[in-house]
T-cell receptor, first 116, second 116 residues
Framework: NAGVTQTPKFRVLKTGQSMTLLCAQDMNHEYMYWYRQDPGMGLRLIHYSVGEGTTAKGEVPDGYNVSRLKKQNFLLGLESAAPSQTSVYFC???????????????FGPGTRLTVL | GENVEQHPSTLSVQEGDSAVIKCTYSDSASNYFPWYKQELGKRPQLIIDIRSNVGEKKDQRIAVTLNKTAKHFSLHITETQPEDSAVYFCAATTNAGGTSYGKLTFGQGTILTVHP
């Protein structure tokens, strides 16, 4: 199993450009999450999904959109990138047992995004 | 919402010494507390976790203690080794396994350096 993978690993954007980050997991997990990591601020939840076709806002959702058309994929979109979105983005997933989250999250390798 | 404070932000120890990192949380309903280790340029990886129905959990040189009354939990690393050098994050989630969908609130991180 590859676990949780992210594409791309690095990206440089100009202000106003758009892009999509792809997260894929092959563990049949129900729950998926997008975080951003900034120095001194830990990881902050952007959006999450509790199953195929569902999405919900996290702590810092502004400027981002997400989609979960397939259970194994969770996409994070930036419609008009801003320098404040320069960060490292991590995707994570977790599985459920008997219909509820088991809480343990498995992280992808991260995407380092720079917005000039 | 939940707020997690982590101290210290940096910790430097000599090889063989013990290291202690402390976190406090605000939501008394939180009942799942994981600790993640993140090496430079790598993804966060779960090293130990504890649920609110226990006060302490050990795994070889690592232990976590939880004080629900005071709303704080701590990571203890004994006989530290240079390979323990990394950033450590605590996290908390409310109503784990229920409608929280496993959403984690992270502390700001502690940079641990173990000197040979």
């Amino acid at each position: 199993n590859a676990g949780v993978t992210q594409t791309p690993k690095f990206r440089v954007l100009k202000t106003g450009q758009s892009m999509t980050l792809l997260c894929a997991q092959d563990m049949n997990h129900e729950y998926m999450y997008w975080y951003r990591q900034d120095p001194g601020m830990g990881l902050r939840l952007i959006h999450y999904s509790v199953g195929e076709g569902t999405t919900a806002k996290g702590e810092v959702p502004d400027g981002y959109n997400v989609s979960r058309l397939k259970k194994q994929n969770f996409l994070l979109g930036l419609e008009s990138a801003a320098p404040s979105q320069t960060s490292v983005y991590f995707c994570a997933s977790s599985y459920e047992s008997r219909g509820i989250s088991t809480d343990t999250q498995y992280f992808g390798p991260g995407t380092r995004l720079t917005v000039l | 919402g939940e707020n997690v404070e982590q101290h210290p932000s940096t910790l430097s120890v000599q090889e063989g010494d013990s290291a202690v990192i402390k976190c406090t949380y605000s939501d008394s309903a939180s009942n799942y507390f994981p600790w993640y280790k993140q090496e430079l340029g790598k993804r966060p990886q779960l090293i130990i976790d504890i649920r609110s129905n226990v006060g302490e959990k050990k795994d070889q040189r690592i232990a976590v203690t939880l004080n629900k009354t005071a709303k704080h939990f701590s990571l203890h690393i004994t006989e530290t080794q240079p390979e323990d050098s990394a950033v450590y994050f605590c996290a908390a989630t409310t109503n784990a396994g229920g409608t929280s969908y496993g959403k984690l609130t992270f502390g700001q991180g502690t940079i641990l350096t173990v000197h040979p």
